[in-house]
């Protein structure tokens, strides 16, 4: 009888620690899922331009773990391809979820406008972030670097490759996305200096941050301008799958490629020298000012207006400022960040 009784209780004891585990196990699923840790945390949420996007994944990895480190809960969309029709979709699903914040990067400056101001009048708080929406439809935005610097450095960059001599295309993403046109219109003023008499801008192509048609794209290049001596990629999507074209072709004595690009993404090809450097900012900060630049505007530490502050652990001291182009107002991250052979091995396991 003893015996008995000493194998249920064991039985028993073995019920409760299977159930207290399982529990736990609940407790970490739940805590992984993006909810707010406690009662009363806010729900900010983050539309980036389409899935599958490298830069866009490590952006939003940085947003959710602001938002998350505040005890709110991190709402990560994108639609499947870089529509405007696509994030309209995810925006009004958002409005009706009477979410806190919408941080988006928008895929055209203007088209989102409607959507947009729909949800500020509800009281939700809207922020663009990486490609800006225009100034009636955010509070403000938050900026990756000063986009002269932006478009003026790559130039400087493939002057330099090309020995400031011969044809130059850019491959870009969409044709609407405001960050590239802006450092695009920055190039072509970069140009106009004497120093770049000897260098032709012959093509601005666009492959919509798509690996396949950004591929295309730089195939058609090749094909068209068989002078071709340099090639900007102001994306890193399009700077990826452009390097690998001409290394599939074997050209990389001929042409040099630079531009904005991950560091994981282009060691092989800054080490092969296809691309010798190239530039970019940590997106994982980027995403992560944004999310604290969205609880900021929620908690009404800020409203957006010029000479607005508020504090970001680990980054420092923010300032709301007046935009470049006089549309709006923006916080700057900082400046972009050279990446060549000498630091690319330091970077490439980071992001």
């Avoid at 900010?44 to 505040?70: C, Q, R, W």
């Avoid at 994982?284 to 604290?292: Q, R």
Wanted: aromatic fraction near 6%.
């Amino acid at each position: 009888m003893r015996r008995k009784l000493s194998f249920l209780f064991t039985i028993v004891a073995m019920f409760v620690l299977v159930l207290g585990a399982c529990s736990n196990d609940a407790a970490k699923n739940k805590g992984n899922s993006g909810e707010a840790d406690g009662e009363g945390g806010k729900r900010h949420a983050i539309v980036y331009k389409n899935t599958g996007n490298p830069f866009g994944e490590k952006l939003m990895d940085g947003f959710k773990d602001a938002i998350e480190s505040n005890g709110d809960e991190a709402i990560l969309r994108a639609p499947d391809s870089p529509t405007v029709e696509g994030q309209v979709q995810i925006i009004e699903e958002l409005i009706t979820q009477q979410v806190d914040s919408i941080t988006v990067a928008g895929n055209d400056e203007d088209a989102l406008e409607p959507v947009l101001k729909k949800a500020m009048e509800q009281g939700i708080k809207v922020l663009s972030t990486d490609s800006a929406v225009n100034e009636n439809s955010r509070l403000v935005h938050v900026n990756q670097a000063d986009p002269e610097g932006v478009g003026r450095v790559q130039i400087e960059a493939i002057a330099e490759m090309i020995d400031y001599e011969g044809e130059i295309a850019v491959l870009s993403a969409t044709s609407q996305a405001t960050n590239q046109n802006l450092w695009i219109e920055w190039m072509e003023e970069e140009l106009k200096d004497d120093k770049y008499k000897d260098m032709e801008l012959v093509k601005v192509a666009y492959g919509d941050d798509l690996r396949d048609k950004s591929v295309s794209e730089t195939e058609a290049l090749l094909k068209s301008y068989p002078d071709l001596k340099g090639l900007v990629s102001p994306t890193t999507v399009g700077l990826a799958a452009a390097s690998k074209v001409i290394t599939d072709k074997g050209v990389q004595d001929d042409i040099k490629i630079t531009g904005l690009g991950l560091p994981s993404e282009m060691a092989e090809y800054i080490s092969s020298g296809v691309a010798p450097w190239i530039y970019l900012w940590n997106p994982i900060e980027l995403g992560y000012l944004a999310g604290e630049t969205a609880i900021a505007l929620s908690d009404e530490t800020i409203e957006g207006n010029a000479g607005d502050t508020f504090e970001v652990e680990g980054l420092g001291e923010f300032e709301v400022v007046e935009s470049e182009t006089g549309e709006g107002t923006e916080v700057l991250l900082g400046e972009p960040f050279k990446f060549d052979a000498e630091n690319i091995d330091e970077w490439k396991d980071v992001y």
